[in-house]
């Protein structure tokens, strides 16, 4: 069974970078045809869409956020990671990760999400 | 980026009443759509994408319709653990949530 597991800190400085690890379990992430994605949810803005990377590594984000962010892979863990820097209240958020996947050209939406993690920004 | 609307905010139904959720586009994304519906304390789940298929496991009762800027989300007949919040997502360009519609007890 598929599983993905939020880590990083609950709590960051203004200004500072948010670190954000996803475990996968159950899955290798260079499979075709997946990819992984960043989700963030708050009062204010709703679900919001942070960035995805492809198995092949090839990572596209938010134009919003694309400035602060860099999604990478680490297949030797199994794992993908998010780094968002310049941190401010405006970021405080419950992040999530989540898979997708894209077969013959059919993007079939995030079928798996992790269980969130809550991110507050704050000195 | 493309914006996404859904109404109405809140949608008050009886359990076994049929519920009908609209979606918005402000621009043509084809048939790139996803619905996913949110309990509280939970992370959101897939219900259908391609605007009408739906996901591994969603119950008949859920159907999606539309294409170009207009979607639908139906639940023919309400059960009690459907009582939720339900977003609209695009995947045409880049992707885009809409606000949310809750479905609650009437």
Known sequence: QLQLQESGPGLVRPSETLPLICTVSGASINTSPYYWGWIRQSPEKGLEWIGVIYYSGDAYYSPSLKSRVIISLDTSKNQFSLKLNSMTAADTAVYYCARGSKQQGVDNGFDFWGQGTMVTVSS | ?106
């Not at chain 2, 859904?6 to 009886?14: D, F, H």
């Not at chain 2, 605007?51 to 800027?69: C, H, L, Y």
């Not at chain 2, 997502?89 to 992707?95: A, D, E, S, V």
């Open chain 2, 1 to 106: 980026e493309i914006v996404m609307t859904q109404s109405p905010a809140t949608l008050s139904v009886s359990p076994g009443e049929r519920a009908t959720l609209s979606c918005r586009a402000d621009q043509s994304i084809s048939s790139n759509l996803a619905w996913y519906q949110q309990k509280p304390g939970q992370a959101p789940r897939l219900l259908i994408y391609g605007a009408s298929t739906r996901a591994t496991g969603i119950p008949a009762r859920f159907s999606g319709s539309g294409s170009g800027t207009e979607f639908t989300l139906t639940i023919s007949s309400l059960q009690s653990e459907d009582f939720a919040v339900y977003y609209c997502q695009q995947y045409n360009t880049w992707r885009t949530f809409g606000p949310g519609t809750k479905v609650d007890v009437k």
